[in-house]
């Protein structure tokens, strides 16, 4: 059983912008046609080049909840893990499982893949108005699950676009993860 440090040493928290990220993957918080949008999409889209709506068409889509795998092309990233977070409505449509899903699926996509490092955007609270909260430790939680009985991801960041999303990331992983520094 890991000990609870060699788990904190493998979760970062960063303000930042995910296209950046020198990591295998990156995870896009997509939508179920996966032909691009608006978001953290648009600027995937827009900084890994035309080919990848290309490799895209052909993967028809993906349900809520889970994840498809693409090429990085001009982006640092090697890996675009695309996941569909849940539309928001209220919290009565089972969006807490399917925002876990997410994280969860994508997880499993790129230990299968060997994938050693990779990062997610706050998936579902933009566009999809998930409140960010909730989110995050929907996504702490999740992920923490799925370190503990994994060795792959070694390194799991979180990039939070502003300052305020990474405030509340940060709070989150000090209550889930006793100790957690950054
Ligand atoms: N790097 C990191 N995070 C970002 C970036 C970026 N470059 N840009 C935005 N965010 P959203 P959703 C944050 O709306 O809510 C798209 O049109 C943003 O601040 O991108 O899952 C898709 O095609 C927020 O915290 O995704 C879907 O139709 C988070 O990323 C729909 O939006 C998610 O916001 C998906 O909505």
């Known amino acids: 059983m890991p000990t609870l440090e060699t788990l904190h040493q493998r979760i970062e928290i960063q303000e930042g912008n995910i296209v950046r990220q020198k990591v295998d993957a990156i995870v896009n918080a997509a939508n179920e046609r996966l032909l ?6 648009g600027a995937i889209h827009q900084a890994a080049g035309p080919e990848l709506l290309e490799e895209c068409r052909k993967l028809n889509g993906c349900p809520t909840g889970q994840a498809k795998i693409t090429a990085g092309y001009n982006l640092p990233a090697k890996w675009v893990i695309h996941a569909v977070g849940p539309i928001w409505h209220g919290g009565r449509s089972n969006e807490d499982a399917l925002l876990a899903s997410c994280y969860r699926n994508s997880l499993v996509l790129a ?3 060997g ?11 933009g566009l999809y108005r998930f409140p960010i909260e909730r989110a995050a430790d929907i996504a702490l939680n999740e992920t923490l699950k799925f370190i503990e009985q994994h060795d792959l991801p070694e390194r799991i960041n979180f990039v939070c676009y502003g300052h305020d999303t990474y405030s509340i990331y940060l709070d ?5 993860l006793p100790g957690f520094s950054g």
């Open 36 to 41: 691009g949008g608006g978001g953290v999409d």
């Open 115 to 125: 994938i050693r490092s990779i990062a997610f955007p706050c998936i579902s609270t």
């Open 111 to 113: 230990e299968s893949r």
């Open 172 to 176: 989150a992983a000090r209550r889930i």
